[in-house]
């Protein structure tokens, strides 16, 4: 079967937050690579390509994408432009809103919603497809049959280490275009899934059913040496939970793979709890760490169950600034902030020299103890608005003020980076326009 899947395209109205990266469609890349006996295409909209054209040139028999909250209406937007082409193309929807609100993904243009990992069932329901057999042997998904919908019973997760290497052939025009602000050309890699932690703001701990799970080192090295990009970016979602599993990685890592620089995420309770292992990681190649700051604030770490301190954020940061790791932070900005709470937040992150920002607006995602906790203050039922970067319910400040304050972290915050040589507009100033404009 030819079998056609889809990234969808950047939100116009934020697209500027691209210039903060565009990674790989790793989900896409792993989905593909369980079906190796069927003729596959990945179409990244993020980057190139229209829907209708691929669907002339390659009359796939069946189109799927992969959705998070934000990009939903697009997904749908996509199956039902696929159904126009032709109607006997069988529509399948992914990924962590289809998985955790999978109701609002049951509409006509969908034939299939495919709930967590899509590597452990997808193939089956493409066999299925084919040999016009029955799905309701098929764990995890959801299937229309005329007009009513039935949902299976979720499936038991596989360990990481029997899902197929991503098959990284099907992006390869576009891997030029993937990068995370500066570092590029760049290759995203797992070696985990899933968080042990309970964060009010996240649902990545209910989208993996509570478990967190990882690769064998020598899993994980085998992949990457295939691979010629000398960046790696390590997407897990926990990295460092285990510390013993990265130290054994490190040391595979450095014998393996030598000459490469590395991203990954880490909690900073985890920096503090082991600062030597983030030292040998920095002497294996180690040049940037993500940490999920979110505030400085105990009494707002407290309300997000982040289960860490204002002090343990301070002191993962200086650890990782004596041992030469760049931070990248992510910052959390509530709607109740009042213009005093942005000048302190942008004065802390210029006093603790955290060297690249990222600023966003505290969202109840759906799945998330904070949407059920906040979904009766909800004033908009479009998850377009579910970005990270509008304000989903009503905030203390005037609307275009608030805008105003989360743009300006921005410019304080990226105010001295090197300007385009060419004159060009700065990326921060231009993602900062494109926020404001939100507010008008």
Same mark, same amino acid.
């Given at each position: 079967?030819?079998?056609? =899947?889809?990234?969808?395209?950047?939100?116009?109205?934020?697209?500027?937050?691209?210039?903060?990266?565009?990674?790989? $469609?790793?989900?896409?890349?792993?989905?593909?690579?369980?079906?190796?006996?069927?003729?596959?295409?990945? =179409?990244?909209?993020?980057?190139?390509?229209?829907?209708?054209?691929?669907?002339?040139?390659?009359?796939?028999?069946?189109?799927?994408?992969?959705?998070?909250?934000?990009?939903?209406?697009?997904?749908?937007?996509?199956?039902?432009?696929?159904?126009? #082409?032709?109607?006997?193309?069988?529509?399948?929807?992914?990924? !962590?809103? $289809?998985?955790?609100?999978?109701?609002?993904?049951?509409?006509?243009?969908?034939?299939?919603?495919?709930?967590?990992?899509?590597?452990?069932?997808?193939?089956? =329901?493409?066999?299925?497809? +084919?040999?016009?057999?029955?799905?309701?042997? &098929?764990?995890?998904? #959801?299937?229309?049959?005329?007009?009513?919908?039935?949902?299976?019973? $979720?499936?038991?997760?596989?360990?990481?280490?029997?899902?197929?290497?991503?098959?990284?052939?099907?992006?390869?025009?576009?891997?030029?275009?993937?990068?995370?602000?500066?570092?590029?050309?760049?290759?995203?890699?797992?070696?985990?899934?899933?968080?042990?932690?309970?964060? !009010?703001?996240?649902?990545?701990?209910?989208?993996?059913?509570?478990?967190?799970?990882?690769?064998?080192?020598?899993?994980?090295?085998?992949?990457?040496?295939?691979?010629?990009?000398?960046?790696?970016?390590?997407?897990?979602?926990?990295?460092?939970?285990?510390?013993? !599993?990265?130290?054994?990685? @490190?040391?595979?890592?450095?014998?393996?793979?030598?000459?490469?620089?590395?991203?990954?995420?880490?909690?900073?309770?985890?920096?503090? @709890?082991?600062?030597?292992?983030?030292?040998?990681?920095?002497?294996?190649?180690?040049?940037?760490?993500?940490?999920?700051?979110?505030?400085?604030?105990?009494?707002?770490?407290?309300?997000?169950?982040?289960?860490?301190?204002?002090?343990?954020? &301070?002191?993962?940061?200086? &650890?990782?600034?004596?041992?030469?790791?760049?931070?990248?932070?992510?910052?959390?900005?509530?709607?109740?902030?009042?213009?005093?709470?942005?000048?302190?937040?942008?004065?802390?992150? +210029?006093?603790?020299? &955290?060297?690249?920002?990222?600023?966003?607006?505290?969202?109840?995602?759906?799945?998330?103890? =904070?949407?059920?906790?906040?979904?009766?203050?909800?004033?908009?039922?479009?998850?377009?608005?579910?970005?990270?970067?509008?304000?989903?319910?009503?905030?203390?400040?005037?609307?275009?003020?608030?805008?105003?304050?989360?743009?300006?972290?921005?410019?304080?915050?990226?105010?001295?980076?090197?300007?385009?040589?060419?004159?060009?507009?700065?990326?921060?100033?231009?993602?900062?326009?494109?926020?404001?404009?939100?507010?008008?």
């Amino acid at each position: 079967m030819r079998v056609l =899947l889809v990234q969808p395209p950047l939100d116009p109205t934020t697209s500027q937050l691209s210039t903060l990266g565009i990674p790989e $469609p790793l989900g896409l890349e792993y989905v593909a690579a369980t079906i190796p006996e069927h003729e596959v295409r990945i =179409l990244d909209l993020r980057v190139s390509g229209s829907l209708e054209a691929e669907i002339s040139s390659f009359s796939p028999d069946i189109v799927g994408v992969s959705s998070m909250t934000a990009n939903l209406p697009r997904s749908l937007e996509l199956l039902r432009r696929a159904k126009s #082409c032709d109607s006997g193309i069988f529509t399948v929807i992914g990924g !962590h809103h $289809p998985t955790l609100l999978p109701a609002d993904c049951q509409v006509e243009d969908v034939d299939f919603i495919v709930r967590g990992d899509g590597e452990q069932c997808f193939g089956q =329901l493409v066999r299925a497809i +084919e040999s016009r057999g029955s799905f309701e042997s &098929i764990p995890g998904i #959801c299937y229309r049959s005329g007009s009513e919908w039935h949902t299976n019973d $979720p499936k038991s997760t596989l360990p990481l280490d029997k899902y197929p290497v991503p098959n990284r052939k099907l992006t390869e025009k576009n891997r030029s275009a993937y990068f995370r602000v500066s570092l590029g050309p760049i290759i995203s890699a797992l070696t985990s899934k899933g968080c042990s932690r309970r964060c !009010h703001f996240c649902a990545i701990w209910r989208f993996y059913q509570g478990k967190y799970r990882k690769r064998r080192a020598e899993s994980v090295v085998a992949e990457l040496s295939e691979q010629p990009e000398m960046t790696i970016d390590f997407v897990d979602d926990d990295a460092f939970a285990n510390l013993n !599993h990265m130290e054994n990685l @490190r040391k595979v890592v450095s014998r393996e793979l030598p000459g490469r620089t590395f991203r990954f995420y880490a909690r900073a309770d985890a920096i503090v @709890r082991d600062p030597g292992l983030f030292e040998r990681w920095a002497n294996a190649g180690m040049k940037y760490v993500l940490i999920g700051l979110e505030s400085f604030k105990n009494e707002e770490l407290r309300d997000m169950n982040k289960s860490l301190t204002a002090a343990q954020n &301070i002191q993962a940061l200086s &650890i990782l600034k004596g041992i030469g790791i760049g931070v990248i932070g992510f910052l959390i900005v509530r709607p109740d902030f009042l213009v005093d709470d942005f000048k302190y937040l942008a004065d802390t992150v +210029e006093k603790l020299e &955290i060297l690249q920002p990222v600023y966003g607006t505290l969202t109840p995602f759906p799945g998330t103890t =904070l949407f059920n906790n906040m979904k009766n203050k909800l004033i908009t039922d479009n998850w377009e608005h579910f970005d990270g970067i509008h304000a989903v319910v009503e905030t203390a400040l005037p609307r275009n003020e608030y805008y105003h304050q989360l743009a300006n972290l921005y410019r304080r915050s990226y105010s001295g980076y090197p300007k385009p040589t060419d004159g060009s507009v700065p990326w921060f100033e231009k993602l900062a326009e494109a926020i404001e404009n939100i507010g008008d």
